[in-house]
């Protein structure tokens, strides 16, 4: 494990940034983007679409296959395949834009992030090419055909893995220094017969030149038949080397220039005679398409494997800064022997790293769940580019944007400037950074890179992310969207994973979360009563209403969720304070001030209509104008959110902050109305001081009654959005002449709500779960092992809370582990993954999963908070009792 986290040691940041300077950075999806859309209506999917991006060139980023690229993405390594019978090489993953699948954008290719060391010195990525033509119109015709009912038509339905006639294809990174990248790219043919794979290693510029004026051009050019050479004014110089074909021959090098080939798609000339897709009609059709003169600012190397059964072959590149690229200086680099070792010790190094993060009583299973969900994690790192003002004008050097470009989206964000490196949600289905996702991210890569973890929630902070008013953006197609503010619970859970150390840190983000704070309570708080109304705060689809929208009456839609996180805020609020006003007692001040205004909060959840004393359980309410309030009788995950509003505060901090102790007590005597929510105080010898919570110890029983039962929230991995007595018994909300229906769904959405394409009406989301987990961690924390629970709920069994969560843990743990008989309920009924074989030990991580079954749903690499699988197991290392 030393090599590894040498490399990232906090006192040295010159070092780790260094080992960072090159990553997989490269979106595995650049096309459809908010970015790339320069529409007069705003619809990205079909401004941009896969079909164009083989010949247009992007504005603000670059996608690829296995690809990795420098901090700025200015110079990008990655690969291109083509099985000798599609119509064009196989550059990026295809996959349906948000109009064409019958539930919203959908990628229909199998990949895989299998391994990945925090400081990219070790990357693996798997693909699956069929050796049959590539099903692109038949995915489109089929899944155009298929509506909300009926299941999504996958890759693996075509057929075209039938008698395994596919190329299994696995990229190798290691680096031998941080700016030394060797590549390796092994081709196995796991089909009954003979056949060829093309397989073309590529080195390409990012265009960052024909949006200025005045911009200078890198190029790319050949020195001899194997290197080429980078002069980037960006970059220092860098040489390419091209290893032997399997025959020992030099492969050719082919180059074209990476610009939109305006006479094919606008029938204008352009400026290049050889665009971004020469390479590909030159290897597919024959074309004369690349540059004889053998320069350009896209180059590949085209090899030809011809394996017969079961044969493997290796290609192996390197890319490397080197003191000159004059002619005269420039040699091959050396591969051979030393790229070898190079691969054999960064691969040793990653697993020591992994086996002391690894439980000892993990099993194997375990273990390869885990390490695949941290590589998916450190996979899914991009460069998010984004200058908002330029976006919404245009390029000095391009034609001006249509006139309702302007007022399509984002338009009060024009501060936004953006060249980060952030964790993104999904390479390709979500390429660019949702808020609260991030916070969920930071939780899981503390384990691996707790620097980087502070540096992504300070970074959406920044002034260039956070708007002046306080707000933080959502995600790109509606920055001013509010996603739940758990920024604060991130930043305490980095810092403890991080071992209490960093009060620099808890400084730094508190002071910039007070400006978040006051714009919730400024902005989300129409009646001014403490009860709030956040918008669809990340859960889409889970109410009677779109929340994001007005409601079709006329009242306040107040959220339970939307409370719950407010109070939630507050605590986590108090905690940073606490834990620094233990060391600066300037913040005793400001813990005074959360205390309070937690007990506003949850004396409102509780006495302003959001708990049903009927049915023990939270629900919205939409307060109407004439002062009625109108339950919405759902019972889902909103109802669960108010339990997360919950703290246990230490004995000791209250000895040493005598002021905090003797201001809160004065509270409670003099405000008795408040005092509910934080008197609880225990008085057991090794536990804490003192409960507070919205949810106290008597309607927590209640509450978890529902939750515990399987006949409603509690599938057998983990907790349903909805529970399932709504399959039975849908929930009809009436108000006035306005009536709305919900119903409990496992899979896939039938609602049209918020574009159809997300669905909490039913499935395990891996957020929510793990929340609940931590708050029954905390309970039992304070109530002890004299506080049960039944477990199920009517079985008779009793468990502690810390049992509970055990429980809750092991069992969303289990959506990615071989059961008894063999199989992993994340794959479903896809019988090619369930058998043995080379697909069953590749895991998915996908956005959610089905509310009975497991199966995964919804994007399928989102190892983004569905890595926080990796937190669970690798937290037991710690964890007891």
């Known amino acids: 494990m030393a090599a590894e986290r040498d490399r990232l040691e906090p006192g040295d940041p010159g070092r780790a940034d260094a080992w960072r300077r090159w990553g997989p950075y490269v979106a595995a999806r650049q096309w459809a983007t908010v970015r790339e859309d320069y529409s007069d209506d705003g619809d990205a999917w079909a401004s941009f679409t896969f079909d164009q991006a083989r010949s247009r060139a992007y504005r603000w980023g670059e996608d690829g296959l296995g690809a990795v690229c420098d901090v700025r993405q200015n110079l990008c390594l990655g690969v291109a395949l083509w099985n000798g019978r599609d119509p064009i090489l196989k550059e990026r993953l295809f996959g349906l834009s948000g109009g064409e699948g019958n539930h919203g954008e959908d990628v229909k290719e199998h990949w895989w992030h299998l391994d990945a060391t925090p400081s990219h010195s070790w990357l693996r990525w798997r693909y699956h090419y069929p050796q049959t033509v590539f099903p692109y119109q038949d995915l489109r015709d089929e899944n155009a055909r298929r509506g909300f009912d009926d299941a999504e038509y996958e890759l693996v339905d075509t057929g075209v893995f039938a008698d395994d006639r596919y190329w299994e294809v696995t990229v190798d990174h290691a680096k031998a220094s941080p ?192 390490r695949q969900a941290f590589a998916g994690l450190i996979w899914t790192k991009q460069l998010y580019r984004f200058d908002v003002p330029r976006w919404l004008d245009g390029d000095a050097a391009m034609p001006p944007p249509p006139p309702g470009h302007a007022r399509t989206r984002n338009t009060d964000w024009r501060h936004l400037d953006t060249a980060d490196v952030l964790l993104m949600p999904d390479a390709w289905e979500y390429p660019w950074f949702a808020t609260w996702d991030l916070a969920f991210h930071c939780v899981a890569m503390a384990h691996l890179d707790a620097e980087m973890a502070k540096e992504q929630l300070l970074l959406l902070c920044r002034e260039w992310y956070m708007h002046p008013n306080g707000q933080l953006p959502a995600y790109e197609w509606n920055f001013g969207d509010v996603n739940p503010p758990v920024h604060a619970w991130a930043a305490m859970r980095v810092f403890e994973i991080d071992g209490r150390r960093d009060y620099r840190f808890l400084k730094r983000i508190f002071h910039k979360l007070l400006l978040n704070f006051t714009w919730w309570v400024n902005q989300k708080d129409a009646e001014g009563n403490n009860v709030f109304e956040g918008g669809f705060l990340g859960l889409d689809n889970i109410g009677p209403f779109n929340r994001s929208e007005p409601l079709p009456i006329d009242g306040v839609y107040e959220q339970s969720d939307g409370s719950g996180w407010m109070a939630m805020y507050c605590l986590n609020m108090l905690q940073l304070s606490v834990t620094l006003a233990r060391h600066d007692d300037a913040y005793e001040d400001v813990a005074v001030k959360f205390v309070e205004h937690f007990a506003l909060i949850a004396s409102a959840i509780n006495g302003l209509g959001l708990w049903n004393e009927e049915d023990g359980f939270y629900y919205d309410v939409v307060r109407l104008r004439d002062g009625d309030v109108v339950p919405l009788k759902v019972r889902s995950m909103v109802g669960l959110i108010p339990l997360f509003a919950m703290a246990a505060a230490d004995a000791d901090a209250l000895g040493e902050l005598s002021d905090l102790a003797e201001r809160t007590l004065w509270f409670m005597q003099h405000r008795p109305e408040y005092a509910g929510a934080i008197g609880r105080i225990v008085d057991s010898p090794g536990r804490d001081a003192a409960l507070l919570s919205v949810v106290g110890p008597e309607r927590l029983r209640r509450v978890l009654a529902p939750v515990l039962d399987e006949a409603e929230f509690l599938s057998p991995y983990g907790l349903r959005s909805l529970s399932r007595r709504h399959l039975d018994q849908p929930a009809v909300v009436r108000i006035g002449d306005v009536e709305a229906v919900v119903e409990y769904a496992p899979a896939e959405s039938r609602s049209g709500l918020f574009g159809g394409n997300s669905n909490w009406r039913g499935p395990v989301w891996f957020p929510v779960n793990f929340l609940v987990i931590e708050a029954l961690r905390r309970y039992h924390r304070v109530l002890g092992d004299g506080f049960t629970v039944e477990l199920p709920t009517g079985s008779g069994h009793q468990a502690t809370l810390v049992e509970v969560a055990d429980e809750l843990a092991r069992r969303l743990t289990a959506l990615f582990l071989e059961g008894p008989d063999g199989r992993r309920p994340v794959f479903g009924d896809v019988e090619l993954f369930q058998r043995p074989g080379p697909w069953h030990d590749l895991i998915p991580f996908h956005e959610y999963f089905h509310g009975d079954d497991g199966a995964g749903l919804g994007a399928s690499h989102q190892t983004g908070w569905t890595a926080l699988v990796a937190d669970l197991i690798t937290s037991r290392r710690w964890l007891v009792g």
């Open 179 to 370: 700016e030394d990248l060797c590549m390796r790219i092994t081709v196995r043919n796991a089909g009954p017969e003979p056949d060829t794979c093309h397989v073309l290693p590529q080195l390409w510029c990012r265009n960052t030149w024909s949006w200025h004026t005045d911009a200078e051009v890198p190029e790319l050019r050949a020195v001899g038949d194997d290197v080429v050479v980078v002069d980037h004014p960006r970059l220092e110089p860098y040489t390419w080397t091209v290893g032997p074909a399997p025959d020992g021959a030099s492969p050719p090098l082919l180059f074209c220039d990476n610009e939109t080939n305006t006479e094919l798609l606008y029938g204008t000339p352009g400026t290049s005679r050889y665009p971004k897709d020469g390479i590909d009609d030159h290897v597919v059709h024959g074309a004369d398409t690349v540059n004889p003169g053998r320069t350009g600012t896209k180059a590949a190397a085209w090899y030809r494997l011809e394996l017969g059964p079961w044969e493997q072959a290796e290609v192996v590149v390197r890319l490397r800064r080197v003191p000159s690229i004059d002619p005269a200086d420039v040699e091959p680099a050396p591969l051979g022997d030393e790229v070898s070792r190079c691969f054999a010790v960064r691969r040793r190094e990653a697993d020591d790293f992994y086996a002391e993060l690894t439980p000892l009583d993990a099993s194997e299973d375990e273990a390869r769940v885990m």
